[in-house]
């Protein structure tokens, strides 16, 4: 697995520079294999790519008529409410770009949380192709970072982490006092390429452990994260202090 690492002034910058790769990357496999398939991520800095990609050229350039979107994690929420992460890439992204709305694969998180994780289970299976161990396999998946090391909704100490059988299942997080449905680690690691989105000084702490003082015996989630291809890190220099 090959390690990227691409650190800009601020947020702005690192999502500029993420729109170009994602046009890139979404050129290439179009023309390779005619479709380039895409879980988005929640977050304050996914949003801004959102915004970036959701006005010329990226809106008008990116092959969107070609792309499959689908999701890393998701509230037990309805589409509409302020927190579903479907939402706010709906707001942000799909109301401004030309796609056909069965391009984009929602997590239900206004069902039982189980129930939705079944049905995404059974949605990633129908439509990515799969690897040699039968996991379905995305172009790309698009992560952010939190300060406890959590990706999608992967948190320290849940049962998720241990999943194995499953491309989708329900989590309760503690701290949060509530369910989420996440795609599992089989799924992520199956993925060509893995892209952390993460910027802002919160986020400098967590990074610098991740990078510089990694975990061995109790690894984080962020570093259970081990894609085919490789994994990029957008950083701005408020999050990639510490990085070299």
Avoid at 221 to 227: F, M
């Amino acid at each position: 697995m090959q390690i990227y690492k691409i650190i800009k002034q601020d947020p702005d910058a690192i999502c500029l520079e993420a729109a170009k790769d994602f046009l890139r990357l979404a050129q290439q496999c179009v023309q390779h294999k005619g479709e380039f398939t895409v879980a988005l991520a929640g977050g304050s800095t996914p949003k801004r790519l959102f915004q970036v990609l959701a006005k010329p050229p990226y809106a008008t350039t990116i092959p969107w008529g070609k792309i499959r979107i689908f999701f890393g994690d998701e509230r037990t929420v309805p589409p509409d409410h302020p927190d579903s992460n479907y939402g706010m890439a709906n707001r942000y992204l799909f109301k401004h770009i030309s796609i056909d709305p069965t391009r984009i694969h929602r997590i239900q998180g206004e069902l039982d949380a189980d129930k939705a994780a079944a049905g995404y289970h059974t949605l990633l299976k129908g439509f990515l192709p799969r690897d040699d161990n039968g996991w379905p396999v995305f172009d790309l998946v698009m992560l952010g970072l939190g300060e406890d090391g959590h990706v999608a909704s992967l948190f320290p100490g849940t049962d998720i982490l241990e999943v194995q059988d499953r491309c989708a299942a329900a989590v309760w997080v503690e701290e949060k006092k509530s369910w989420r449905i996440s795609i599992t680690l089989p799924v992520i690691n199956s993925a060509e390429h893995v892209w952390m989105l993460v910027t802002g000084e919160g986020k400098n702490d967590i990074v610098d452990r991740v990078f510089n003082y990694p975990s061995v015996n109790h690894p984080l989630p962020v570093e259970r994260v081990n894609p085919k291809q490789d994994i990029s890190w957008y950083l701005d220099l408020a999050a990639g202090r510490w990085v070299r």
